[in-house]
């Protein structure tokens, strides 16, 4: 485990306890959702954020989860699946849904199993303790989205909802809305993004995709996760937040933020 330890209490009590703060001090939204985004990071800044935006999909009784993130590795035109048949959190084992990741890998070559890509990446491992305290194990769907071609994102976003439309499916993008860069950068950048997501219903976000410049990391899954809400929900920007860090041995900030499809 990348984050155990590092960016959250690896004692399964304390690690509790801290959950269960953040959801109480965590205030209602109006509406439920299917599909939220939740930055990634250090639980003393990202959790508050995290659990703003899970709290949308609290009434939820999911049947599977799937769970999109960015690889840390160069992926272009591809998407990472697990060879592990689960993941392990302080609480417990969450399952990998794996006939639904067999099912994907026959589907075409952008899906190619990567174990390693996994086992390095802590965006998708930091999603793992909120979704296991508040679902229970629900078994995953967790997948490492690389950069993508907008026909390529359509076509692993059509292929996605297919599996959804089996069960009741929850989908969280694990993405924050800038890489590190200056403040000002940061900003800028940030707001690009969050206006896309806003002014695009559905597949619409395809086209302007390829004028962003200096996207995030997070582009991929984020579009994916998009297209796999409807062109029908409309994205609600909860919160917005910011962290600077010491990035080459520069300050550099990144801008995320809880968005959820309501």
């Known amino acids: ?81 697990p060879e592990s048949t689960s993941f392990a959190t302080p609480f417990g084992e969450l399952p990998v849904e794996t006939g639904a990741v067999s099912t994907l890998a026959k589907t075409s070559t952008i899906f190619q199993f990567d174990e390693v890509a996994h086992l390095q990446n802590h965006s998708l491992e930091l999603m793992l303790p909120p979704l296991h305290y508040l679902f229970g194990p629900v078994p995953l769907i967790p997948l490492l989205v690389g950069e993508l071609t907008p026909l390529e994102i359509r076509y692993v976003a059509r292929t996605l909802a297919h599996l959804a439309a089996e069960g009741q499916a929850l989908t969280l993008v694990s993405a924050n809305l800038s890489g590190f860069t200056t403040s000002r950068e940061a900003d800028v950048r940030a707001r690009t993004m969050i206006r896309l997501i806003m002014d695009s219903p559905g597949e619409a976000i395809l086209t302007p995709l390829e004028t962003i410049t200096s996207p995030p990391r997070s582009l991929s899954p984020l579009a994916v996760g998009h297209i796999l809400a409807g062109d029908t929900t409309r994205p609600s920007l909860l919160s917005r937040g910011t962290f600077e860090t010491d990035y080459h041995g520069e300050t550099a900030s990144v801008v995320f933020a809880s968005i959820a499809y309501i």
């Open 1 to 81: 485990m990348v984050a155990e330890g590092l960016f959250y209490e690896s004692d399964p009590g304390q690690l509790r306890k801290t959950l269960q703060r953040a959801l109480a001090n965590t205030s209602a939204t109006p509406g439920h959702s299917r599909t939220v985004v939740a930055p990634y990071g250090a639980y003393s800044i990202t959790l508050p954020y995290v659990m703003k935006a899970l709290r949308t999909v609290l009434d939820q009784r999911p049947q599977v989860i799937i769970l999109l993130a960015a690889p840390h590795a160069d992926a272009r035109g591809r998407v990472l699946l």
